[in-house]
């Protein structure tokens, strides 16, 4: 999935990552979990950066690094200097162009500092470069806010321009009246300052959730019956002989999905759901009610209908009658998957009636192991790292007509030497330049992301985009580097953005590049060439065995297809949970909104597990913060992406020809139209749900 810079100034500057960044600046929005994932996980915390207390002065490097990261900064600066001394009659030339070239600069800065602080082999660098990054939020803050420059841009008469500049101004005038840049003095300082209190607000959210660790008490290793045995290794007993389960992630989940002990497991869950239930309810019906005004403020029923304006869904009304309709294409193998669960749970007491929520994660295990069991080990001797690579690049090679040159380290730059950068060429002509930094070390980013390293400008400069991964070392390791499934798939997802970053790399206007397209359409070409990875034609090209180099067996893709999708109307109706809790806790009227009650509600209308006495979920729900009304998009994006594969049916995910009208009508539009308008142009229909009614069928 990916998480990215909502912020219009930097929509060129779009992050896009499988993991999560806290916020550093109001205008970044955070980055969430995989949508499939089962267990929502919190936003990544940033690590407290420690500043000395005597600070030291900067080193050579660092003073080397500020200059370069600054430049862009700095050059905007200039520019919003020229726009606004200007003098005359306001034109394209003098005006949004120059405009163009600010938020061109402005972005070329945050792009290197985002990327710097997560990948720089040296700690003074990730400091000097969060540094950056904040002087060009703050500057970005002010912009945003900045009544001189709106009123230039409303300036330019554009009733003769091409269609692509009228939708510039349009979006940009928008995106200022969004942000109350038209309101008198008095609205305007009252909206800076809900601005500074959520995002405060936020923070305190978050930091509460990710600090508040509980555990449970287990009196022997006895009770960690079905515990792996370097998990039971890990967790040895205390001087009083008691053994501690946390609620963090590594405890939790295994302990989920394998502990016998059913009591102990409630009693975790119960522990996990109720973090952050001692200060959060509160700080969270300070956020919706701040929310709530700012909407009102700028003219909207409610911040539903606000923060869905300028996605694909429009309206908070669009994004309920969506819920409801994925609900019920998805209740009927909701329900298959209840039963199944059910069914095994009275393999263990023959009387159960009813399957619990802390029962759902361990049962679905056992069912998993008896019935769809895929056997890992045998699946990753068909991915060596290099081979994956290798075809990853004949397969993007293929359907895009583009070439791949490896550029050398010095020549491009790189940060790290293990970091690979090629130039991608179509026609023997240079369209842009990727870096594969795809290896764990020391102090870098610890999920998977594509980040923008350039936004590529038509005449001004081509896109750059790097691709940050923790895939297995093949020079770190003594034998060859064996991939899970789960990381090809990741590795194309990624992929998937990077395509869509270089390929929609030329454009007129900054603001339309690559993928600064609608938030809610975004993840849908990344998820939708995760299929590359999936289908046997496509698989067959790359994934050889190890050692004999046998291509991967027709049957073993089938089985891991299925095991795939088990228990997928049970997840995708808990999805359909959390979109309803983001979206009715931002259309309510936050003063007579209750939120256990309507969190009770909700989970007993769109799931079969009843709610379990004690729990406060949405004290820990941290989408809440970043996604506020949005959770909704993972599932949106999803339903696109599986549209966007119908033309393949016939031809196969390898037919040239459609992979070629797919990469000139929707990739390299980058966000020249309206993401709906794109679909249509290369579906050549609007798009629907039946291909995703087929998936959640079959
Ligand atoms: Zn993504």
Redesign the pocket.
Known sequence: ??KYRSSWLLSGALL?A?GGKTPSAPLITQPAPAPDAPVIQPAEKEPPVTKPTEPKPPNPAQVAFATKCNAGLETAKGLLGTILTTTGPRTIANTLDVYNQLLTNLGNSSALAGLMSEVHPDEAIRDTARDCEQAVSQFATDLQLNRELFAAIKAVDVSKADAVTKRFVEQTLRDYRRSGVDRDDAQRARLKAIDDEMTRQGQQFSKNIAEDTRSIEVSSATELAGMPADFIAAHPPDANGKIHITTDYPDYNPFMTYAQNDALRKALYIQFRSRGDKQNEKILQTILELRAEKARILGYKNWADYITEDKMIRTGKAASDFITKIWKLAEPRAKHDYDELLKQLKTHDAKATAVGDWQKIWLEEEVKKAKYQVDGSEVRNYFVYQSVLAGLLEITSTIYGITYQVVDGKTADVWHPSVVAYDVLREGKKIGRIYLDMHPRDGKYKHAAQFTLRDGVAGAQLPEGALVCNFPDPQASSGPALMEHDDVVTMF??FG?LMHHILGGNQHWVRHTGVATEWDFV?AP?QMFEEWAWQYPTLSRFAKHVTTGAVIPKELVAKMQRADKFGLGSAVAQQMFYASISLEFHQADPSKLQQLDTIKALQKKLTPYAYVDGTKFHASFGHLVGYSAMYYTYMWSKVIAKDLLSPFAKGGLMDTKVTAAYRDKILAAGGTKDAAVLVKDFLGRDYNFKAFEKYLSE
């Open positions: 999935m990916k896009a499988c997802h990624e953005h993840e990344s």
